[in-house]
T-cell receptor, first 108, second 116 residues
Framework: SQQGEEDPQALSIQEGENATMNCSYK?????LQWYRQNSGRGLVHLIL?????REKHSGRLRVTLDTSKKSSSLLITASRAADTASYFC????????FGTGTSLTVIP | DAGVIQSPRHEVTEMGQEVTLRCKPI?????LFWYRQTMMRGLELLIY????????DSGMPEDRFSAKMPNASFSTLKIQPSEPRDSAVYFC??????????????FGQGTRLTVV
């Protein structure tokens, strides 16, 4: 299976703190994506990093990619209560291979 | 575009009944995916289509599940007969290839199915 795994499974932090989630995958990739899922909703694409990139930023999001370790991390800086959601990494070719997700709770 | 549209949003049915879930992908997208999400199993890919043709249905759990895509703007996922263990949230997603790979999946809001 190419499915990735996120770590930790669950994370609870105070508002204003940074949240870091990790993703490991199994095969070579073209790109890696991170998605967010609010409770009861569909997944929403956050950011994509290509295999030849090592770091990418988008607003309060910072993604790193280490292809030698087959791992990626998502950092959310200055977290807000509204960031409470599940976060998934995904790799893709023709289909998308989603990880198991990290449930983030940001306490106001 | 209104995004991926799924219907119904919620479905409650009795065991043994037929259930049909519907999906309208984003116009211009040539890939369509059906996923199932449960607490126990996470997000599972059931089947996906490319240009209306089923490419990989290895995730379809049993013969009770079937999916069709009669045209580029409509797909259905049917469960007949339904069982309580089919209770889950079913998502449809669509995408298009950019370069050599799909780069972004657009998800619908999902159908929450409860089989009693």
């Amino acid at each position: 299976s190419q499915q990735g795994e996120e770590d930790p499974q669950a994370l609870s932090i105070q508002e204003g703190e940074n949240a870091t989630m990790n993703c490991s995958y199994k095969t070579s990739i073209n790109n890696l994506q991170w998605y967010r899922q609010n409770s009861g909703r569909g997944l929403v694409h956050l950011i994509l990093i290509r295999s030849n990139e090592r770091e990418k930023h988008s607003g309060r999001l910072r993604v790193t990619l280490d292809t030698s370790k087959k791992s990626s991390s998502l950092l959310i800086t200055a977290s807000r209560a509204a960031d409470t959601a599940s976060y998934f990494c995904a790799t893709s070719g023709n289909q998308f291979y989603f990880g198991t997700g990290t449930s983030l709770t940001v306490i106001p | 575009d209104a995004g991926v549209i799924q219907s119904p949003r919620h479905e409650v049915t009795e065991m043994g009944q037929e259930v049909t879930l519907r999906c309208k992908p984003i116009s211009g997208h040539d890939y369509l995916f059906w996923y199932r999400q449960t607490m126990m199993r996470g997000l599972e890919l059931l089947i996906y289509f490319n240009n209306n043709v089923p490419i990989d249905d290895s995730g379809m759990p049993e013969d009770r599940f079937s999916a069709k895509m009669p045209n580029a703007s409509f797909s259905t996922l049917k469960i007949q007969p339904s069982e309580p263990r089919d209770s889950a949230v079913y998502f449809c997603a669509s995408s298009r290839v950019t370069g050599t790979a799909n780069t972004e999946a657009f998800f619908g809001q999902g159908t929450r199915l409860t089989v009693v």
